[in-house]
């Protein structure tokens, strides 16, 4: 699951997925990437990674805009202005304002693992499907 980190008074939304993950669930099974009411059929819940600088976090969705040291997807959400609270005061106000953010990303988090599996699968069907042999003009 997600996690929200206050460092320095910054609070950042740092995803368990990495951007090698994203990429490739991204690429062949985008749907993965977004919560769908069944009834409705709209999506109510979606992440994507964006460039440097344009991220964003609402109740409708995650747009991280940098990577971890580990490559894991994150996002700044700015300034807390919580310095003079107690650290679970921050904890609980943090939890707070985004308790719905973090449960929704973790449901999407969820799905892309998920489709990982199945991608990583169709993937090696596909590549064990096709020989390559070396020749003269290879």
């Not at 919580?82 to 973790?106: F, P, R, W």
Request: proline fraction near 1%; include cysteine.
């Amino acid at each position: 699951m997600a996690k929200i980190k206050n460092s320095n008074n910054v609070v950042t939304l740092i995803s368990e997925l990495d951007v090698d993950t994203y990429k490739k669930v991204a690429k062949f099974a985008p749907e993965a990437l977004k919560l769908v009411n069944p009834e409705t059929k709209e999506v109510e819940f979606g992440m994507s990674y964006t460039k440097e600088n344009c991220g964003n976090i609402s109740d409708y969705g995650v747009s991280f805009d940098t990577k971890t040291r580990g490559q894991k997807l994150a996002v700044a959400l700015g300034r807390t202005g919580l310095v003079d609270m107690s650290v679970e005061d921050v904890k609980t106000k943090l939890a707070e304002e985004n308790y719905k953010v973090l449960i929704n990303l973790g449901k999407v988090e969820t799905q892309v693992t998920a489709a990982l599996a199945d991608v990583d699968a169709t993937v090696a069907i596909v590549e064990d499907s096709i020989t390559v042999e070396a020749g003269e003009e290879n």
